[in-house]
């Protein structure tokens, strides 16, 4: 079993940067794969980036692919996403997510594991 606690999202101006954190608890995040997705309003929950265990192989949708950047720090269970260039379409809340498998996820439906969700908002 893993926690997960987002933090960094807010109010942005569109070409602006935000840096999403998601602090995991528990021995075993090393060994997780990690990944972000979001939620917009009315939409389903798309998958966004994702990470295996080791920060090896990262994989990214078309949509972020060149703006958005997903890392991890295993001695700090800590996962990162750095957006730049945003765009009002980033708008949603987006969710840290875990699999206990450690490969790449590309599926929100198949982390195991989720967040509570930080709102990130661009202006236009």
């Known amino acids: 079993q893993v926690q997960l606690v987002e933090s960094g999202g807010g109010l942005v101006q569109a070409g602006g940067s935000l840096r999403l954190s998601c602090l995991a608890s528990?021995?075993?995040?090393?060994?997780?794969?990690m990944g972000w997705c979001r939620q917009a309003p009315g939409k389903e929950r798309e998958f966004v980036a994702a990470?295996?265990?080791?920060?090896?192989?990262?994989y990214y949708a078309d949509s972020v692919k060149g703006r958005f950047t997903i890392s991890r720090e295993n001695a700090k269970n800590t996962v990162y996403l750095q957006m730049n260039s945003l765009k009002p379409e980033d708008t949603a809340i987006y969710y840290c997510?875990?699999?206990?498998?450690?490969?790449?996820?590309?599926?929100?439906?198949?982390?195991?594991?989720w967040g509570q969700g930080t709102q990130v908002t661009v202006s236009s």
């Open positions: 528990g021995r075993a995040f090393s060994s997780y794969a």
């Open positions: 990470i295996t265990w080791s920060g090896e192989i990262t």
């Open positions: 997510a875990a699999d206990r498998l450690g490969a790449v996820v590309k599926k929100a439906e198949e982390y195991d594991y």
